[in-house]
Structure formats: structure tokens, C-alpha cells
């Protein structure tokens, strides 16, 4: 669709099938754009004044990272439940690839950094669920529509990124779920190891890649713009580079065979601890992201 045609009420653009963002017209001039990334994390549409800006991420304000406290909006237990998850996937990772500077708690075998790993693992599920409900409530093609008719627990956006990406996300935490608790069994030989923690791992590290593509094309509106002053870029950036790292260190944990090597598992554990900075890190910017707007309270 043309960016420099002049939207009519409530026209949705977007990428293909997806509706990424619905603008209409402002009476005081320019547009109102309703992006779905901001939409469904409650924020209210913001004002464009200048057409070419009207497919673009939104800039954030400076004053929104004053801000870190509202226990009371979901999208802040969102980003809290997912810096608790990566972090504690960063503590483990770490202490796995460096062991001198692992916690004392942490040096008494792999078993306890296999309970760090499954307790984060629960975190992100938990987080990711959570995602989920808000992308399902947070349709951007009613963002025009008025105000919701009531709390959705289950249905199919197949026309909105955010949901899909959610959905996604989802389901590879899940299974890591399933690969935390089974690196944590004793006595499995290669082809067990492979098929209960590699096999999940590897899939479960895929969906998150699929996850943070949709969700790189959801702020980007499908197309390939540099934005440094939107705080919703960078998150989607960031949650991008985690999820490449992580997809890179389950190659690294492949079995086989053979004995594994000290230098593949550190390369793992390394790249793991590279994803989950990544995502405590976009998970902390999910936080000034919600009060991106002129007047907004913490309650």
C-alpha cells in the first residue's frame, strides 16, 4: 500500500495479511496512528503531523524513562516476569562458562545450574502466557472500534503479528520447559540426550526465532527502517540478537555420538548467556515503553 495516500477512517495498512498499524484522520491535522505493538500494550494512538512519519515506529519521549513502577498494567509484569527468566538463564549460562566465578550456591555440580535453568524456563512460560492474553485483548484492527466488551481467554488472530509472535514465543518456552527438566536426568547416553533436551532445545530455540522476527515486523510495519529513537525498535532488535544467540547455542549443545567437547559446551553456555542479556535487557526497555505517551499514571 502507498505510504503518501491519504488514509480514510480507520484504514488499516500493513505487511500482506497483517494489519501492523490503523490510521485515520486527526481533526486538528495529520493523523492518528494506532501501531499494533503499542495498542495492545495499552498505549493510546499518537498524533502524526507529517505523512511520511505515518508508517514509521513512533519516536519515544525522553520522560518515559523516568518511569520504572506500575504493578497495576499486566505489560509491567510482562517485562518483570521476562527479567527474572533471562537473568536467572544468564546466572546459569555463565557460571557454566566460567565456573571461577559461578555463585558458591552453583559449584556443587550441573544439577543445581540445571534448576536454574528450569526455574527461568518456568519464569519465561509464565511471562509468554501472559504475552499472549494481552496480544489476544490487544487486537490493533479494533483499536478504533471502542472499548473492548470483555476479557478474551482464547481465540485465533491469524491477521495480527503481535499475536502470532506471542503464540510463538509460547510455545518454545514450553519447551524449554521440557528441556530444563530433562537436562536435569542422570544415566541418559547421546541418542537420549539428544532427543529429550537437544531435540526441544533446538525447537524450542527456532520458535523464539520465528517469535522475535514477527515481532521485528510488527514494529517495523514490514519495512526495513532504522529507528534508534523508538524505544519499541530497540526491543525488537535486541529480543532479535537474544534469539539468534540462543539458536546458535543449541547448535553448539548438539551430542552425538562422540564425547562433547569442553570448547563446544562453553561456546553453548557463552551463547546462552549472550541471548539472555539480550532479553533481560529488552525486557528492562519494556518498561519505559509503557509510559511512551503525553499524560500517563503508573496506577
Known amino acids: 500500500m502507498p505510504t503518501d495516500a491519504r488514509p480514510r477512517n480507520g484504514e488499516p495498512r500493513g505487511l500482506g495479511p497483517f494489519i501492523t498499524h490503523v490510521v485515520q484522520p486527526h481533526p486538528g491535522g495529520g493523523h492518528l496512528v494506532a501501531a499494533s505493538r503499542r495498542h495492545r500494550k495499552g498505549l493510546a494512538p499518537h498524533h502524526v503531523t507529517e505523512s511520511h512519519l505515518v508508517d514509521r515506529p513512533h519516536a519515544t519521549r525522553a520522560s ?10 499486566l505489560a509491567w509484569w510482562i517485562a518483570c516476569l521476562f527479567a527474572v527468566g533471562a537473568s536467572l538463564f544468564a546466572i546459569a549460562s555463565a557460571s557454566g562458562a566460567w565456573p571461577g566465578l559461578a555463585p558458591e550456591a552453583l559449584r ?60 510463538a514465543q509460547l510455545i518454545g518456552t514450553l519447551l524449554f520447559n521440557v528441556n530444563t527438566a530433562d537436562a536435569a536426568l542422570t544415566g ?12 526441544p532445545n533446538m525447537i524450542g530455540c527456532a520458535c523464539f526465532l520465528v517469535a522475535s522476527a514477527l515481532a ?23 529480543n ?18 562422540a564425547p562433547s567437547s569442553a570448547r563446544d559446551s562453553f ?17 528492562y526497555l519494556m518498561v519505559p515503553e509503557l509510559f511512551d505517551e503525553a499524560e500517563v499514571s503508573d496506577a
Do not use: K, M
Not at 518515559?64 to 498494567?73: E, N, T, V
Not at 515486523?217 to 525488537?236: D, H, M, N, Y
Open 188 to 199: 541418559l547416553g547421546w541418542l537420549g540426550e539428544d532427543l529429550l533436551v537437544w531435540v
Open 240 to 257: 532479535l540478537l537474544g534469539s539468534v544467540a540462543f539458536q546458535v547455542s543449541a547448535l553448539y549443545s548438539f551430542a552425538g555420538p
Open 216 to 238: 521485528f515486523l510488527e514494529v517495523t510495519q514490514g519495512a526495513v527502517v532504522f529507528a534508534p529513537r523508538s524505544v519499541s525498535w530497540w526491543i525488537a532488535v535486541v
Open 64 to 73: 518515559a524513562f523516568l518511569h520504572l513502577w506500575a504493578p497495576r498494567r
Open 108 to 167: 556443587g555440580g550441573p544439577d543445581r545450574l540445571a534448576a536454574v535453568f528450569f526455574l527461568g524456563s518456568l519464569f519465561f512460560t509464565t511471562a509468554a502466557w501472559l504475552q499472549w492474553l494481552e496480544s489476544l485483548n490487544g487486537d490493533v484492527a479494533l483499536a478504533f472500534s471502542g472499548p473492548p466488551t470483555g476479557f478474551r481467554w482464547h481465540g485465533f488472530l491469524p491477521h495480527n503479528l503481535g499475536y502470532l509472535a506471542s503464540l
Open 267 to 283: 561456546w553453548s553456555d557463552a551463547w546462552t548467556c549472550t541471548g539472555a542479556i539480550c532479553f533481560a535487557l529488552g525486557a
